[in-house]
């Protein structure tokens, strides 16, 4: 449950600052990805970097480094762990948007359309986690799609949501958080074409180190995409996460 201060609640469980609760969220996958590259590069340098064109090759795509022992189970397990939170996170911005545009329908509309994108880009996230290339390519493949169309929908229509607020009232901490959301969008954007552009030559042209700047590109999309995240620090700045069970019924 996301609160400010509670005054319906008692015995909280567990009572976290929101800021917190979206660090603790992001630095998991982050975390499990440096891991994941860091092993790959150390132990797994060969296998890695090794693509169809057999080039030279210098960095492993995401695919890659989350597809061999260990490093499949620590980003399985740094996934696994996040997912929940941000699913919390997204119901989160709904109420967030209907308190917002409760009188305004095509806002309402694309705040409902902003939920379910961000539903389907952390389904194809778990999808793209637990179904590793070196096991099923096509449902690996399907859901790194899903994940990047539904993330950059999901950006696209969150800044234009926040440019509305903008012409009304923001505080000082939204005013930075939509600032940052549409540079980390732009950037974001702007990885996943150049991202683009270098995996089509590389398939059509074997050129050696092409492939290494498609992975340094994709780690820049990821990287790019959970600091698009990490702006509820400001959206929700004085929130609080809690758990608790609701009052008793003291009726005898």
Known sequence: MLQGPYTNLDRPLIQLRFTSFVLGTVLLPLTGLIACLTISLWYHFEDATYTHCQVSNYLPSISSAISRVPERYIWRCCIGLHSAPRFLVSAAYFNFYRGRFAKRLPELLL?????????????????????????????????????????????????????????????????????????????????????YYFFRRHNKYCEPGIYTLFALCEYLVVFSNMAFHMTAFWDFGSKEVIVATPPEDKRY
């Open 111 to 195: 705040s409902g359309l902003a939920l379910l994108c961000s539903v389907a880009e952390n389904t194809g996230l778990l999808l793209l986690t637990y179904v590793s290339s070196t096991e099923t390519y096509n449902v690996h493949k399907n859901g790194f799609i899903v994940f990047i169309a539904s993330s950059l929908l999901h950006m696209l229509i969150t800044c234009r949501l926040w440019h509305v607020i903008r012409r009304y009232y923001m505080n000082p901490e939204e005013m930075t958080s939509y600032r940052w959301k549409m540079r980390l969008f732009l950037f974001n954007s702007s990885c996943c074409l150049v991202a």
